[in-house]
């Protein structure tokens, strides 16, 4: 029993040490990803329903890496949170949609009140040079703060309540709307929306898939969290929404704005124009 056990724990060593070695190779690519233009932009449009318009977007992350091919942020998320990395690389992804969306807003088919949603993440939350990143980047680019709309979840409202309280009162003094992204997922107390400068809650997609069949208790919690934000006057989106079913079922609800694969996957800049051209609801 003894040799096995040390041969498991050699081997469980060995395959830490090559798992370890493995995502260093990764955190020194995605170091020189950002200077070797690997890293771009998708956007996925949001939807407002009742007027059948385009009311905005979500800026997500793309890594076309040069060998492993694309990488979903999933997988490289968490290493440039932990090496630091997100902190250039969020300012990058700020930049470029808030450049994007002043393209957007100057051709005038596409008109005014055009938003674009940008994820931080808990360490850009925590980062004291936030603020003025989302001022130098506001100036830069001419985006009215009101556009901009900045993601934030609920774990990272918990874990640190006081600095993320001032962090985004600063913020929302600037104009800028933020979003509760993955709402009713974070095992949070209500409480922090009482005190919290939120504007929108989005609802997370394990809530919607489930009106597919109109399962009754996942109707009644999204039935619940709109009327909070009725309650609140907080707006509301509906994220992953990929069949007519839920649309349908959601528009019932009242939940005007959405977001999923029934209406468009997360496109490349360039192919907005013509997806616009070709939006039908
Ligand atoms: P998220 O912010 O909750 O973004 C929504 C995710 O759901 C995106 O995945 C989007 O492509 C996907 N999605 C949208 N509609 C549908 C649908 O109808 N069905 C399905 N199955 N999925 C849908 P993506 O792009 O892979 O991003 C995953 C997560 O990575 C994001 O979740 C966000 O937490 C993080 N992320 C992405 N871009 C950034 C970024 O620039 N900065 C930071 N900090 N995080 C980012
Ligand atoms: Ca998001
Ligand atoms: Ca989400
Ligand atoms: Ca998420």
Same mark, same amino acid.
């Given at each position: 029993a003894m040799t096995s056990g040390r041969g498991q724990s050699s081997l469980y060593a060995a395959e830490t040490h090559q798992a370890s070695s493995d995502r260093f190779k990764l955190e020194l690519e995605l170091a020189r990803a950002l200077d070797n233009g690997e890293l771009r932009v998708f956007y996925q449009p949001i939807i407002e329903l009742s007027t059948r318009d385009v009311s905005g977007f979500e800026a997500l992350i793309r890594w076309h890496h040069p060998t492993r091919g694309l990488i979903p942020p999933m997988d490289f998320i968490p290493i440039a949170e932990e090496s630091g990395l997100i902190v250039p690389i969020g300012q990058w992804v700020l930049r470029e949609a808030a450049a994007q969306a002043m393209r957007w807003l100057e051709m005038?088919?596409? #008109?005014?009140?055009l938003t674009m949603a940008v994820n931080l993440s808990i360490v850009q939350l925590r980062d004291p040079g936030l603020l003025g990143n989302v001022l130098e980047v506001l100036t830069k680019t001419g985006?009215?703060?009101?556009s901009l709309h900045l993601e934030i979840t609920e774990s990272m409202v918990i874990h640190d309540f006081e600095t993320a309280l001032d962090t985004l009162h600063a913020l929302h003094a600037l104009g800028v709307q933020l979003s509760v992204d993955?709402?009713?997922?974070?095992?949070?107390?209500? #409480?922090?929306l009482r005190t919290m400068p939120v504007q929108t809650l989005k609802i997370d997609k394990s809530f919607i898939d489930p009106l597919v069949g109109h399962d009754p208790r996942s109707l009644s919690i999204v039935e619940a969290i709109v009327s909070l934000a009725r309650a609140l006057d907080l707006d509301v989106i509906a994220e992953g929404v990929e069949s007519v079913e839920q649309m349908v079922e959601l528009q019932r609800i009242g939940t005007h704005l959405c977001q999923g694969y029934l209406f468009?996957?997360?496109?490349?800049a360039e192919e907005i124009p013509s997806w616009l051209r070709e939006f039908r609801l």
């Open positions: 005038e088919e596409h #008109g005014r009140g985006l009215d703060p009101h993955d709402f009713g997922t974070g095992y949070a107390a209500l #409480g922090y468009s996957r997360p496109l490349p």
